[in-house]
């Protein structure tokens, strides 16, 4: 079973950046859509950005579009989201996963999720 791991979380002052990665171990993401997602204190997580398998398609969420940037590596079993310009309601825990398309990452359906990395975003 894959297992991934967030990090790369950290508190950044509002306009700034901050790059969040996601390793998996137990087996490869090379087959799948890779996403991240996040989920803010009282709120339901939510879809961020999306890549598909062969990288030939990203998504992103209205949000984030023009600030963020989704990549991964998949000989390196990795996927990292580059966050520029952030805003204090970006602040949240980032969660990555896998879906068998960015179509189905966007429903966040996903069934198992991992301790994610929080990013916070003062004013």
């Known amino acids: 079973q894959v297992h991934l791991v967030e990090s790369g979380g950290g508190l950044v002052q509002a306009g700034g950046s901050l790059r969040v990665s996601c390793a998996a171990s137990?087996?490869?993401?090379?087959?799948?859509?890779m996403g991240w997602f996040r989920q803010a204190p009282g709120k339901e997580r939510e879809f961020v950005a999306g890549?598909?398998?062969?990288?030939?398609?990203?998504d992103y969420s209205d949000s984030v579009k023009g600030r963020f940037s989704i990549s991964r590596d998949n000989a390196k079993n990795t996927v990292s989201l580059q966050m520029n310009s952030l805003k204090p309601e970006d602040t949240a825990v980032y969660f990555c996963?896998?879906?068998?398309?960015?179509?189905?990452?966007?429903?966040?359906?996903?069934?198992?999720w991992g301790q994610g990395t929080q990013v916070t975003v003062s004013s």
């Open positions: 890549i598909g398998w062969m990288s030939m398609l990203t």
């Open positions: 137990g087996g490869t993401i090379s087959p799948y859509a």
């Open positions: 996963n896998f879906d068998n398309n960015i179509a189905r990452l966007r429903t966040v359906a996903q069934d198992r």
